[in-house]
């Protein structure tokens, strides 16, 4: 069993990770290294923040716990509400842009295949795919 407190094995270590732009927060709560198939994360995304996402060679699956923001979809330029209780999928790789908004947003996030707590967006807002 494996059990992690976010404040004690968290936050201020490697496992917590900032975006290029400081736009967003990932702390890593299960990583590659755990065996569990998929990684667990929650990120917070800053208030009036606007990301660039492209997960070419990772699917994710979003639930959001509180805040508020949009998420526009780049291929059918759909632009979806994100608040508590919405939880959106890429599927599909989906590119797209991520919007804090009036307040910062708490995301929990889960990915496949599983981090291993290095990533961070490329210039085309990619994850790359570490072995």
């Given amino acids: 069993m494996i059990v992690r407190d976010i404040r004690k094995e968290i ?3 490697s496992k917590e990770v900032f975006a290029k732009d400081n ?13 569990m198939g998929f990684s667990f994360h929650e990120t ?7 990301t660039h ?21 780049l291929k059918t330029g759909i632009i979806n509400e994100i608040y508590d209780g919405i939880m959106y999928a890429l599927n599909e790789n989906d ?9 910062d947003m708490r995301l ?10 290095k990533e961070n967006h490329d210039e085309n807002g990619v994850y790359p795919l570490i072995d």
């Fill in 53 to 73: 996402i492209h997960y070419k060679n990772h699917l994710e699956a979003v639930y959001c716990v509180s805040g508020d923001g949009k998420i526009e979809d």
């Fill in 11 to 13: 936050i201020g270590t």
């Fill in 95 to 103: 590119e797209h842009y991520l919007y804090g908004g009036n307040v």
């Fill in 44 to 50: 917070i995304i800053k208030a009036h923040s606007k």
């Fill in 108 to 117: 929990i996030c889960v990915f496949n295949p599983p981090l291993t707590g």
């Fill in 23 to 35: 736009q967003w927060v990932s702390r890593r709560m299960l990583l590659k290294e755990d065996g």
